[in-house]
Every structure is written in C-alpha cells, then in structure tokens.
C-alpha cells in the first residue's frame, strides 16, 4: 500500500486525506479509506441482491453513502459509486482501481478535464477499490437528467446487435453535441479535449456510453457531465485498439496515418478543425498535452500501480506522445 500521499489527489499527505480532498470528497467529513467488508464479502453481497441496482457498465458496481467515517454499501440515498477489483480474462486487473484513479488524476489535475471527485480506498483484506462521488445530483440533492451517447443516438442491442456502443464514430458525437447543446463551441472544446486524453493515455473502451449530456438545472440546456470511466487500457489489455470508435465519419485519414496506420497530430488537427475549433488553439491544445509529460511521470510514480505497472503505464503514455509531436 502506498503511504505517504492523498488517497484522492497523491499529492504529499500525513494522512489518508488531506484538507482540500476532504472537502471536496466528503464536504470535509474525516473518512477512513478502508471499508469494513472484504472483496469475497462484497461479491457475495452483490450475488445476494441482484437485479437490485441499476447502475449501467459491465464492471461489478455497488452504490456507497458515508455513515460516520465509514462508506458503507446503500441501496437509496447513496453519494458515491464503488468500483472494486473485477473480474475477467484481462491482465493485472488487481490494478484496474489504481489505473482508474491515477487516470482520472492527471485528467483533472493537468488536463482541464472536469471530473468528479475520487479516491483509492482498501477492502478489508487490503485488496484495493475505486470511489468516485456521483455527479447526477445537483448541490440541492435534485436527481439530474443525464442520458448517454447511446440513449440519444437511439442504439440499442436490439436495433445495433451486441457492439452497438462502439457503431459510431466521434465526429459522430461531435454532431450531436452540436445539435442539442446550446454553448457548443465550448462543451465541443471540453469534447476535443477529453477524445484526445482518451487517445493519449490509451482508453480503448471510451465508447458511446462513456459520454453523456446532463441538463443543467438553473438554466434548462444541456452539457457535457464531467468525465467518467477514464483508465488506460492497453495495461490490461494490450492487443486493444487505440480508440474504441473511428475518428472521423468518413475515410479521411492524414498523410502520416497512410503511412504508418495510427492517428497522429495532424489527424487530431483535422478532427478540431471539423468541430469548429481555431487551429491556432487547437495546436496550443496539442502543446499543452505535451509538455506535461514531467508532471505525468511525477504522478504515475505516487501513483497506487504496482511498480511493474508503474513503467508499462508510462512506456505506454510516452509511446502515444511520440505521435503527437507538433512541427
């Protein structure tokens, strides 16, 4: 267990969380970050109360809610979701808790990229889980409407078989954002942003129920909700595409892509030119992206990743960066 840092931010800390993280995660409510159940405990709960629960994703998830200084599992009333170590034939998935949280890290701490508030907390017998605060909930305890990329594109299983969210493409969402957005120039700017994380840091599974729109409550438009389900996937899966959808609705494809068969900067430039983004900003954005790349490092290495994970993390971060190299 990594000692010594924030459980949410990794940021230096004598304690599991430290003040700003508190507020944020718990409105400054001392939590402890471990869970009084164990990962054996918890499937045996979940195959007890199946059907129950309505939270999407193929990944084991449970609602939590704060009691005390504990977060305990909750069926109503809950704050937060759980994501614990899943099951499948992947690799090293006892990591996939620290990989989301690390990913989700350094998107909003050097990316521009919302996301919700999150930490790394341990079962019982030390296995790690993953908490994110929800965000579908408005700070006056209103259920928001938020529907993802395939409630408003209409694709199901039944109308799009058993690969529906990924028969898309992110020009595509580009679109749609486009038609039922009111400030899209900016919402498309957040959008460009968090498909060029995706590429960059190797998601492979951003599909189209990883993005989702949210109607605002003071105002009645709809946005962008803060980014979800961030990890690298080529750790667990190395064989994965680098990106879970094409790029663009049509068969362009840059003269560096015809070469070499993988995005590079000027297909990303192409892509922000077609969502309406300046390519002046568009390159800035690009820049910015690169020249984090110390502080990524610095990160990963606080990181909760075992430290073999640690390296291919970062062997694969700093491949996808040689493809973005502005001239």
């Known amino acids: 267990m990594n000692t010594g840092v924030c459980h949410s931010c990794l940021r230096e800390s004598k304690t599991s969380f430290c003040r700003s993280c508190l507020k944020e995660l718990t409105g400054g409510r001392r939590v402890s970050n471990t869970l009084s159940f164990s990962l054996s405990e918890f499937n045996d709960y979940k195959l007890r109360s199946t059907g129950k629960f309505s939270i999407s994703g193929v990944q084991i998830k449970h609602l939590l809610k704060l009691e005390k200084n504990k977060f305990v599992l909750a069926e109503a009333g809950s704050e937060y979701i759980l994501k614990p170590v899943p099951n499948g034939a992947f690799q090293h998935l006892d990591q996939a808790p620290a990989n989301e949280h690390l990913t989700m890290q350094l998107a909003r ?14 079962m019982s017998d030390g296995t790690p889980a993953y908490v994110t605060k929800r965000f579908d909930f408005s700070p006056s305890g209103k259920k928001l409407i938020v529907e993802d990329f395939t409630q408003i594109t209409g694709l199901t299983e039944e109308t799009g078989g058993t690969e529906y969210k990924y028969k898309y493409s992110y020009e595509g969402i580009a679109k749609l954002i486009s038609l039922n957005v009111s400030a899209s120039a900016i919402e498309l700017e957040k959008y460009f942003r968090i498909t060029l994380f995706n590429y960059l840091f190797s998601n492979g599974d951003a599909h189209l129920k990883n993005f989702s729109l949210y109607k605002n409550e003071e105002y009645g438009d709809y946005l962008l909700t803060p980014a979800y389900d961030l990890l690298c996937t080529r750790i667990h899966s190395p064989y994965e595409s680098d ?7 049509d068969d362009f494809r840059s003269e560096g892509y015809k070469h070499t068969s993988k995005y590079g900067s000027d297909d990303f430039l192409e892509f922000a030119r077609r969502l309406g983004i300046k390519s002046e900003k568009a390159v800035n954005i690009l820049k910015s992206y690169v020249i984090n790349s110390n502080k990524v490092d610095d990160l990963i290495s606080r990181s909760f990743l075992s430290d073999e994970l640690k390296q291919k993390y970062s062997d694969v971060y700093k491949n996808k960066l040689s493809r973005l190299s502005i001239t």
């Open 109 to 122: 701490q050097f990316f521009g990229i919302d996301t919700a508030a999150n930490a790394i907390v341990f």
């Open 243 to 249: 990106l879970a959808l094409d790029l663009f609705d």
